[in-house]
């Protein structure tokens, strides 16, 4: 008790009293007593209170070698209890009872800011590193940076990026451990790369399957043609040389495509130009057996049935029209962001439409009609349109020009005879001046079932309802031939297309295709007739009778391979024949092929698309395989 006692005492009598603070008076006079220029030396309080915050040399030495042998936190002990406990027991083994109480927060005061201080200097040591030895990384999972100049081609003409993140050159993504990510793999083998190839490698995938229209690039639109060329095969026999020189040619007809749409409308000169022939030459077609693929559909529904189709001789457009009055251009591309897009239409009020077709051979301008005394004629490069609305001479036996057919070589244009006084007639017109040429008539009864051109454009065959065929010739003025369908019952339409062997004064189509009102399509083969054989009753090649209702639609390929027939009458009435086999293709088309009720068709200048056109106004495309 006493000792107890005394030690109170004593502590009493060693508080110490707070030193009161200087007032504003006396700090102002204490700073204005100084020059300018003249700073403030630091008392001992002050310096030591900076070496608490900031450290010195000594301290930062003394924390790397704590970090460096402890291979635990040096904040922790080995028995887990803190550093200010340890600390705590020192002083109270140190008896206690001689420090005094402010002198007891002060050391633990100091301790806590000890530990703030070793915390602050192990973060900052962890930003460094000691290379201890290589890495356990294989050589194969390790990239190089890309160098400043290694991408110089692939960047050429491009802007470059507005900002770089540092940090894609320091993440690592494994590619083979993601399936979704291992088609970004360029070999099997190939496993770890960095964020900036890893990026670059994406973009290239999306440009992969979405590739950017040359339109919307124009960069690529301003390159020379010589720069748009694609690898072709070679063929056999040729040397190394030659196939070196292969890889640099041009495309002929395909490069049309890549044309910008904007440029095909505003310029004059890329709807009148002509087109090269291409050099490639199309495999033949296998019989019973066709690779035929559906691409998209064309893009937009016709508001009702559409009536005609027409592909476009050099560029890849195609022109639908029907009864609500609206002619429709689609650009033909597949393979877009967009697919098939629809590129214009023009519409004329109360105006149904039945017949339109390009002009060729360049097909700067579209020829259209409808059930009225006139037709009308679009020409592409001006946007002008202008009405033709009589024919002198011959208006009482031409009442409609709903029904036209223009040559392949663009010079005339042949207008379907409303009279049928005396049978038909077909009233031939000259197709840059619209002024009358020729007429041709068909005796019998019912008048005109549908007439087709010669190949040459040097003649036309007209076929009457009751199964005559009448073949004239233009530089004649004369009919050269008369025959007869064998078992026509009401023929409805006809077609010509291949290459004769020779020219017989028949034109020079191979095939010549009639359809009729029993659903029976005869093929017959042209190469043997001539002037001055052709029988009156020649035999047809085949009689196909897969039809069972009307025949409203036949199409021979422009390469004379394949022929095309159906019938509006009943859904999904389409079938496909190779030629000159005449067998009807078993594989396509399916139970499942949406056709519809099958409205118009147009197969493509190079044979390789067809187009289907249906009583709902939709176009769909499959594309023909060698």
Not at 42 to 71: C, I, P, Q, S, W
Not at 74 to 82: D, H, N, T, Y
């Amino acid at each position: 008790m006493p000792n107890s006692q005394n030690k109170k005492g004593k502590r009493k009598a060693t508080v110490r009293q707070q030193p009161t603070p200087p007032t504003q008076d006396e700090l102002s006079d204490s700073y204005g007593a100084l020059e300018i220029g003249e700073t403030i030396e630091k008392d001992e309080t002050e310096l030591e209170l900076e070496k608490l915050v900031f450290g010195d040399d000594a301290g930062f030495h003394e924390a790397l070698k704590l970090y460096r042998n402890d291979t635990v936190d040096p904040i922790e002990g080995a028995s887990g209890e803190s550093a200010v406990a340890s600390g705590a027991e020192e002083v109270e083994d140190t008896d206690l009872d001689a420090v005094e109480d402010a002198d007891v927060s002060e050391a633990l005061q100091y301790l806590t800011i000890e530990k703030h201080y070793i915390i602050m200097i192990l973060m900052i040591y962890q930003l460094f590193f000691l290379d201890s030895g290589p890495s356990a990384n294989s050589n194969q999972d390790l990239i190089l940076a890309p160098q400043p100049g290694d991408n110089e081609e692939e960047t050429e003409g491009v802007d470059p990026p507005a900002w770089i993140d540092s940090d894609d050159e320091r993440i690592s993504v494994s590619l083979a451990s993601n399936p979704r990510l291992r088609k970004l793999r360029i070999s099997e083998s190939e496993d770890i790369v960095n964020g900036k190839e890893y990026s670059k490698r994406l973009r290239q995938q999306f440009e992969r399957l979405y590739p950017v229209p040359e339109w919307a690039n124009p960069f690529e639109s301003r390159k020379p043609s010589s720069r748009r060329k694609r690898r072709k095969l070679s063929a056999a026999g040729r040397s190394s040389s030659e196939s070196n020189s292969d890889d640099d040619m041009s495309i002929d007809s395909d490069a049309l495509s890549a044309q910008p749409l904007a440029k095909l409308l505003q310029s004059t000169g890329a709807l009148t130009e002509t087109s090269t022939t291409s050099t490639s030459i199309r495999k033949k077609l296998r019989p019973e057996v066709i690779d035929i693929q559906r691409t998209k559909d064309v893009s937009g529904v016709q508001h009702s049935a559409i009536t005609s189709l027409s592909f476009h001789p050099l560029h890849p457009l195609l022109l639908s029209s029907g009864p609500s009055s609206t002619l429709t251009l689609h650009h033909i591309s597949p393979h877009a962001p967009s697919p098939n897009p629809t590129l214009t239409s023009l519409h004329i009020r109360s105006h149904p439409l039945t017949t339109s077709a390009f002009h060729p051979p360049t097909g700067a301008r579209i020829f259209f009609s409808a059930r009225r005394r006139y037709f009308h004629i679009w020409d592409l490069a001006s946007g002008r349109i202008s009405k033709v609305s009589r024919i002198y001479g011959h208006a009482a036996e031409q009442r409609t020009m709903e029904r036209f057919k223009l040559s392949p070589d663009g010079r005339w244009l042949g207008l379907v005879g409303s009279g049928r006084k005396g049978g038909g007639a077909i009233n031939i017109l000259d197709a840059h001046t619209c002024q009358w040429v020729a007429q041709v008539r068909v005796e019998g009864k019912g008048g005109v079932a549908d007439f087709a051109w010669w190949g040459d454009g040097a003649g036309v065959l007209v076929v009457g309802k009751g199964g005559e065929a009448v073949e004239y010739s233009l530089q004649e003025r004369r009919v050269v031939a008369r025959w007869i369908d064998e078992g026509a019952v009401g023929t409805t339409v006809v077609a010509l297309g291949g290459q004769r062997k020779a020219d017989t004064g028949l034109g020079s189509d191979r095939w010549a295709v009639i359809g009729s009102q029993s659903g029976i399509v005869n093929v017959y083969d042209r190469n043997a007739w001539t002037v001055e054989t052709m029988p009156e009753r020649p035999a047809p090649t085949r009689a196909l009778g897969q039809l069972t209702t009307p025949v409203s639609c036949v199409e021979v390929s422009p390469d004379g391979q394949m022929l095309v027939m159906a019938s509006r009458w009943k859904r999904d009435a389409l079938r496909l024949i190779h030629l000159p086999s005449c067998t009807v293709y078993k594989n396509w088309p399916t139970a499942n092929t949406p056709f519809g009720r099958v409205t118009a068709l147009a197969i493509a200048p190079n044979s390789e698309m067809l187009a289907v056109a249906n009583e709902q106004g939709k176009i769909r495309l499959w594309e023909i395989r060698s």
